[in-house]
């Protein structure tokens, strides 16, 4: 991560010489990456860290990106032990998700879906559960 943030700030913005399918890629985006691989390292005060750090996309113009984006910074509250922050992002995640059609999305949730799993009887965790097939056809 250091090197990738090191590279990045020796980037000029507008200095023509990067090729342009890297334009999209900035800080906040480096910084939303490296709240998911914390995430996947199952760290989650670094993934919380870096993610503060990330700003936030629009969601009319990044819709599957925020969704996912919440569906990973949900999935590390849950690794925290904080169910109900877990819970309003993963529910947020799914109110942005619906809107779209995306397997790599999907494949989040269910990811979301299998960190609730200490939570399981818990009515809450059942109804997102229910609501994760009834509305993305996620399974648990």
């Known amino acids: 991560m ?3 943030e090191d590279l990045l700030g ?11 399918w890297i334009d999209f890629y900035h800080h906040a985006r ?9 995430r996947d390292l199952k760290n989650p005060k670094m993934a919380l860290t870096w993610n503060q750090q990330a700003a936030a996309m629009p ?6 990106s925020v969704g996912m984006r919440l569906a990973i910074v949900g999935t590390a509250h849950l690794q925290a032990r904080d169910q109900d922050h877990g819970l309003e992002l ?6 942005i998700l619906a ?8 494949d989040y949730v269910r990811e979301f879906n299998t960190a609730l799993a200490p939570w399981r009887r818990e009515p809450a965790v059942r ?4 609501r994760t097939r009834k509305e993305l056809g996620v399974a648990a």
């Open 10 to 20: 020796q980037a000029k913005e507008d200095s023509g010489d990067e090729p342009a």
């Open 59 to 64: 969601t009319g113009a990044f819709t599957r």
């Open 127 to 130: 109804e997102f559960i229910h």
């Open 90 to 95: 993963g529910n947020r995640s799914v109110d």
């Open 2 to 4: 250091k090197a990738s």
């Open 30 to 38: 480096l910084s939303a990456d490296a709240a998911e691989v914390f």
């Open 99 to 106: 809107r779209v059609q995306s397997s790599r999305a999907k």
